[in-house]
């Protein structure tokens, strides 16, 4: 047996580079769109995939344990989660706020989390909404947002759901603002990452059971309402309307009041005919009747219901009620 070189891999070790290869190769020509594609999913089939699995882990498992947590646990306890979890995205919402050239609602954040982490018992309980400071949700893929960037294709994320390009980016930016990634602890630092999922899970049973009864395509859905409510978050809900902008790009119709109606085309016109030559009067022929006298006061029609032939009688004006309905005759 020939001994094989340190500095080369062996045929044993060249089969799964292979296999990776080919399983990369099988994924890309999965993602071939089709003329009907989304030109926002173009990886449609591969995030359907992506959703299945997703899917088959919520149904049995993460559900399941929200179930139990949500029939359970107290609900002050579960609201103290709630508010602890949401004091930590404070952090990271006032550091986005401020890249997105919004101080105001930088500052609003920040006394929310002083606020909530020094009289609120480290955030179990939220001081700040009853004291008047609203509550803003910024992460780091509407900061790109706002800076110009797309979102670029839609993208379906294992055990974390409906994502894109840009806020996949976004996501893992935003977690080196969260407070709990820096724990020592790993096995807190884990726990409290279980928990925050459970918890938001659990927050979402009444969706998922409405969503499951009235969508159709569950997928199309989910895409399109994700789709739509990032961009509303990134306009602060001022989103551009679609509608709008593909009117302007269109050419405008001709007005007709500014002689923008299309011409019809030029009728040729006949030479005019010479007209007849007038012939003699008949001396037969009835003669004209003289012109009325103005000084002859008109006929005036008789009394009563007999019409003169060749006379007709003045039209009586006409009642509001056969203005609104027509054929409705006013008894007197």
Do not use: H
Not at 88 to 115: C, F, H, I, W
Request: hydrophobic share 40%; with cysteine.
């Amino acid at each position: 047996m020939s001994a094989v070189p340190p500095g080369k891999p062996g045929r044993a070790a060249r089969r799964p580079a292979a296999g990776l290869m080919a399983a990369a190769a099988a994924l890309l020509a999965g993602c071939a769109t089709g003329p009907t594609a989304n030109p926002k999913d173009p990886l449609e089939p591969f995030n359907r995939e992506v959703s299945k699995i997703n899917e088959d882990f919520d149904k049995g498992i993460l559900r399941p344990v929200a179930e139990v947590y949500a029939d359970y646990m107290p609900t002050p306890v579960q609201r103290a989660v709630e508010n602890f979890f949401s004091n930590v995205s404070d952090v990271y919402s006032a550091v986005n706020n401020l890249l997105q050239g919004k101080p105001t609602r930088a500052a609003e954040d920040s006394m929310r989390v002083a606020m909530n982490s020094v009289l609120g018992l480290g955030g179990l309980i939220d001081i700040a909404t009853p004291a008047g400071l609203p509550k803003y949700k910024e992460d780091f893929g509407q900061t790109l947002g706002v800076w110009g960037v797309p979102p670029g294709p839609y993208l379906v994320l294992p055990l974390f759901g409906p994502s894109s390009v840009r806020d996949t980016g976004g996501m893992l930016v935003d977690r080196q603002f969260d407070p709990s990634a820096y724990l020592n602890a790993v096995s807190l630092r884990n726990s409290l990452v279980g928990v925050r999922i459970v918890a938001g899970r659990a927050q979402l049973l009444g969706a998922s059971n409405l969503l499951e009864q009235a969508a159709l395509d569950k997928y199309s859905f989910l895409r399109d309402s994700y789709l739509q409510r990032r961009q509303y978050l990134v306009y602060d809900g001022n989103p551009p309307d679609a509608e709008a902008d593909s009117d302007e790009a269109a050419p405008a119709a001709p007005d007709a009041s500014e002689g923008g109606k299309p011409e019809a085309p030029a009728v040729p016109q006949t030479p005019a005919q010479p007209a007849p030559a007038a012939q003699p009067a008949d001396a037969s022929a009835p003669a004209a009747a003289p012109p009325a006298d103005a000084s002859t006061p008109a006929a005036t029609p008789p009394k009563g219901d007999i019409q003169p032939e060749g006379q007709s009688l003045p039209v009586p004006p006409v009642e509001p009620m056969q203005r609104i309905v027509p054929g409705v005759i006013r008894i007197r």
